[in-house]
């Protein structure tokens, strides 16, 4: 869908459509449409949109939106009679204006809705718990600095540790740095338990950097697997992603 802002002229002629204005604010908008041709055309614009789409189902207005883009989009209609469109259509879709007024979904406030938090391990896998211990200890106490430290020094005797690999990448991750948490992540063997954790956490980094189509493939290797939990939010997040 392509991304709109919160035109004010738009607004005020979704509102005055829909019947959303008292007395006097309507009033006032009748007087500047009277005064401004523009705005006329607009204001037609909105309510030929909005009678149409009313008089299709629900259902078959969401197929009908994408067919009806592709078309504008090829026969050279310019962007702001397709932003009137979608702007009409996603009032009649999704019931009201307070639609229009929301923030737009990105692929970072998803990230941000979607992420899980990693708690640490009790009881830790290895051959020296000292060591794992001690890399838990400064997990938990939010010290990666030091986590990332003792985890390079671990890796460096046990490099196919997939513990030690999944943790990695969860402290890059905390850490911000999610190029290198992905990578971290990817090293996580689909025989490992923390597979599916790193392939979700994967993705969530991803979405972090921008990498939408990289996101929707972990997902989807997600939502296919084991773990009902996982699969059922990347399924919910892959849907919110259709949408963007």
């Not at 954790?197 to 697997?225: D, W």
């Not at 773990?227 to 997040?237: C, I």
């Amino acid at each position: 869908m392509e991304e709109q802002d919160n035109d004010p002229t738009m607004e005020r002629a979704i509102r005055y459509v829909e019947n959303d204005m008292d007395v006097v604010e309507r009033a006032s908008f009748e007087q500047d449409v009277a005064k401004d041709p523009a705005m006329q055309v607009d204001l037609a614009a909105v309510r030929s949109t909005i009678t149409a789409l009313k008089e299709l189902g629900v259902e078959r207005l969401r197929k009908e939106l994408s067919v009806t883009d592709a078309e504008m989009n090829k026969s050279g209609i310019s962007a702001t009679w397709r932003k009137w469109w979608w702007a009409a259509a996603a009032v009649v879709l999704l019931g009201g204006l307070g639609w229009w007024l929301m923030p737009r979904e990105t692929p970072q406030a998803l990230a941000k809705h979607y992420a899980i938090r990693e708690e640490g391990l009790p009881v830790l896998m290895g051959n020296d718990p000292r060591v794992l211990d001690a890399i838990m200890n400064a997990y938990k106490q939010d010290d990666y600095a030091t986590a990332d430290l003792l985890l390079g020094q671990a890796l460096l005797q046990a490099p196919a540790n997939d513990t030690l690999l999944y943790f990695t990448g969860v402290v890059l991750d905390r850490e911000k740095k999610y190029q290198q948490a992905i990578a971290a992540y990817y090293q996580v063997p689909d025989s490992s338990v923390f597979a599916l954790r790193a392939m979700y956490r994967g993705a969530i980094c991803a979405l972090q950097e921008n990498k939408t189509e990289q996101a929707r493939v972990l997902l989807q290797r997600v939502a296919a697997g084991t773990d009902a939990q996982l699969s059922g939010r990347a399924e919910e997040l892959l849907e919110r992603l259709r949408r963007l």
